[in-house]
DNA sequence: GTCTATAAGAAGATAGAC
DNA sequence: GTCTATCTTCTTATAGAC
């Protein structure tokens, strides 16, 4: 006991305890929640269905685990009132990017998203509860934009309108994305991004020129090199 | 056997046969594929699991019938090349209000959509292809609205960008909606699709107000009521 | 055409050795 | 902290009675 190097008791168990969440978040954004077996999470992480129950108890708590890692990476990425008005909605770009380099995140959320149709979904509080606060969150972005001058002023009820349908068409793409990874990703919603910036009247809306194409179809111009 | 008053020897088989895939329908929509035991489609229609296999022989089979019967239930819905150019876009709210009395089949769609990520899902390229198709048949459409004199020209490579917004769009919309049935789901794609077609240029873009609100929040406004 | 019975395997979860 | 072994239940699928 004295001997150990690590400085806490539970330094490895912590460590291993985030492999495991990261191995089931990649299984389960592959096979949805009821098509990753604690055997399929074991095997991607080296250990039998047991151990995992050792550490998180049931297969719903890994799931809440991963959910929880899942809001992490993405605050880590995207911190919470980094950027307010419309600075909040050009950093959505860098999101589409990093979700590129990190197509399980994003096949996670949709793959949840959507069997959580089903009431009695583990997940279907939280994604219910997360669609409802992005969507509060950017309308009251949009509110900063206008008082502070960016963009022209609008109605309540059109502020919810324009935020719904801006995360509508990030999610679609997405949709898009992981049926066909050949689809630039993030050039694409750049594009449009750009597009309602500019309908909006924003003044600062970045200076994007149109994709060569939104599907790399040549060969020669591999557009899922981007990819990891 | 000369007795019976059915015309054909496979009346009620047939008849059978489409109930069973309603079941399943529903049933793959709310849990996704894997989630969809042969037990619980069967509990569902009123039969047991290896009365289900006598029909389709494997549970994939029964999945390719799902499908070609929400392909069927779609056209049947809104005909292919029955209107051109604009019109082909503003038909596309029929099909959102269809969707609300018909939740069943969005669910499906988008829970295998997400699910069909796994390179090794059985919709896979059904997924894939459909994607495809919906894409080029909206560029040609839009083509057809641009030689039609019915909005401004645009480039190839924006006509792709508009047509993958806009059905980036509907998607998320739906993904919205089924987290939150509370969304009137047809009167905000009414909305935005107006603003789209204002900005394409059309002029004949229908005249519709901004709903009182995208989601019913009062008691007194249950828009939950438009669903069956 | 649907059933019961059953096979062969995989599922989530528990007990206890080390 | 991870293992093996085991339990119970559930999975898809087959065989054969009615």
New binding site residues.
């Given amino acids: 006991m004295a001997t150990h190097t690590s400085r806490g ?2 330094k ?3 460590r ?2 985030a492999e ?1 969440v990261a191995a089931a978040s990649t299984v389960m954004a592959r096979r949805g929640y ?1 098509g ?7 095997e991607a992480v ?17 799931l809440i685990a991963v959910l929880d890692d899942w809001v992490e990476q993405t605050i880590r990425m995207r911190p919470p009132s980094s950027a307010t008005g419309i600075g909040y909605f050009t950093r959505f770009v860098d999101l589409m990017r990093y979700h590129m380099l990190h197509p399980g995140l994003i096949e996670l959320f949709l793959t949840l998203s959507a069997e959580a149709s089903d009431p009695s979904h583990p997940a279907r509080a939280w994604v219910t509860a997360r669609h409802q606060r992005i969507v509060s969150e950017g309308v009251e972005q949009l509110r900063n934009a206008v008082t502070n001058g960016e963009i022209a002023p609008m109605s309540d009820r059109r502020m919810e309108l324009e935020v719904r349908g801006l995360f509508a068409m990030m999610d679609g793409l997405e949709l898009q994305w992981i049926a066909d990874p050949r689809l630039d990703l993030a050039a694409t919603f750049e594009s449009l991004l750009e597009i309602v910036l500019r309908r909006w009247g924003a003044t600062d809306a970045p200076q994007i020129g149109t994709p060569e194409s939104a599907i790399g179809g040549e060969p020669d111009v591999p557009a899922a090199a981007v990819r990891a």
Wanted: charged share 20%; no cysteine.
């Fill in positions: 008791p539970y490895t168990g912590v291993r305890r495991i009821a990753a077996s604690l055997r399929l999470i074991g080296g250990m039998t269905p047991a151990g995992l129950l050792r550490h998180f108890g049931t297969k719903e708590n890994l």
